[in-house]
């Protein structure tokens, strides 16, 4: 390997879907993400559709840099993280954005899979 340096200011791939944006960087043999998502923003309404899922099933992860998100897994625990919230999320959950702030998130794990069409 050789070393690398890279910025998601200029990303690998970038998955755009209403109110929102997944940018992907592959470094290291390694995939990362950041999610960026507007005020309103759900996944079962904006992502779901676009991937043919009801609930996202994609393993996560990573680290809030900014807004707060809510998560609800399929059984029906519920949960609320915000800046400097580190997050581990089966698969079998629902997200959206709270409140009137975007949020970003970074992705360490599960990027590679997801928002895929």
């Known amino acids: 390997m050789e070393l690398e340096v890279k910025r998601f200011d200029s990303p690998d791939e970038t998955r755009t879907f209403e109110k929102g944006k997944f940018e992907v960087v592959t470094i290291g043999g390694q995939t990362f993400g950041r999610a960026s998502y507007e005020p309103g923003w759900k996944w079962s309404q904006h992502v779901g559709p676009e991937v043919g ?65």
């Open 53 to 117: 899922a009801e609930s996202c099933h994609v393993e996560h992860v990573g680290l809030v840099l900014s807004g707060r998100v809510a998560i609800a897994m399929d059984d029906g625990t519920e949960v609320e993280v915000g800046a400097g919230d580190m997050f581990y999320v089966p698969p079998g959950h629902d997200s959206w954005v709270v409140g009137d702030e975007p949020y970003v998130s970074l992705h360490l794990l599960g990027a590679d899979h997801y928002a895929r069409r």
